[in-house]
C-alpha cells in the first residue's frame, strides 16, 4: 500500500535527484534524520515506484555522439500492427534516447543523438524511413542545448 510521500521524503527525492552516488549518511546529513530511518524512507520510495533506478550521466561529446535531433514522424495509417513495428524498431536503435506517441499533427516524436550529420543521414534512411507505415519525416537538429536533464519538480 503506498504511502503519501512527505516533506522529507521530498527532501531525499530531491537529493538523490541531484546526486544519486551519495551515500545513505551523507543523505541522512543532508535531509536532517537518522541513517537508519533515512535508509528505511528510501527503501520504501524506491518499494512504492518513487525512485525507479540510478544512472550516471555521460557526456555525448566525449562518446562521439554530438548531433541531437528531433525527428517528427508521421505514418500513413495508424493501426496497432504499424504501432508495434514501428515502437520495435524503434526500441532496438542505440541511436534513439527516447520516443513518445503524441497527438496533433504527427505520429511519433523521436529524440536521437548521433555522431554528426552522415550519421544521421544514414539513421534517417536505415532505421526510421524503411519502417512500414512511415508516410513523412521533419527533422529539427539542435543548435544549442539551452536547458537539458531529466530531473523533476518534487
Do not use: W
Not at 542505440?94 to 539513421?123: I, P
Not at 526510421?128 to 543548435?143: D, F, K, Q
Amino acid at each position: 500500500m503506498s504511502k503519501e510521500i512527505d516533506r522529507l521524503d521530498r527532501k531525499i527525492l530531491r537529493a538523490l535527484q541531484s546526486e544519486g552516488r551519495l551515500t545513505n549518511i551523507e543523505l541522512a546529513e543532508r535531509v536532517n534524520l537518522s541513517p537508519t530511518a533515512t535508509a528505511e524512507r528510501v527503501r520504501r520510495l524506491t518499494r512504492e515506484g518513487y525512485i525507479t533506478g540510478y544512472a550516471a550521466i555521460l557526456s555525448p561529446q566525449k562518446l562521439g555522439r554530438n548531433l541531437l535531433v528531433f525527428i517528427e514522424v508521421k505514418l500513413d495509417r495508424t493501426t496497432a500492427d504499424v504501432f508495434d513495428t514501428f515502437a520495435a524498431a524503434v526500441k532496438r536503435s542505440d541511436d534513439v534516447m527516447e520516443c513518445h506517441m503524441v497527438a496533433g499533427g504527427f505520429d511519433y516524436l523521436v529524440k536521437a543523438r548521433v555522431a554528426g550529420m552522415e550519421a544521421y543521414r544514414q539513421f534517417l534512411s536505415e532505421v526510421i524511413l524503411p519502417l512500414p507505415g512511415v508516410r513523412e519525416t521533419h527533422t529539427y537538429a539542435v543548435m544549442e542545448e539551452v536547458k537539458a536533464g531529466s530531473a523533476l519538480p518534487v
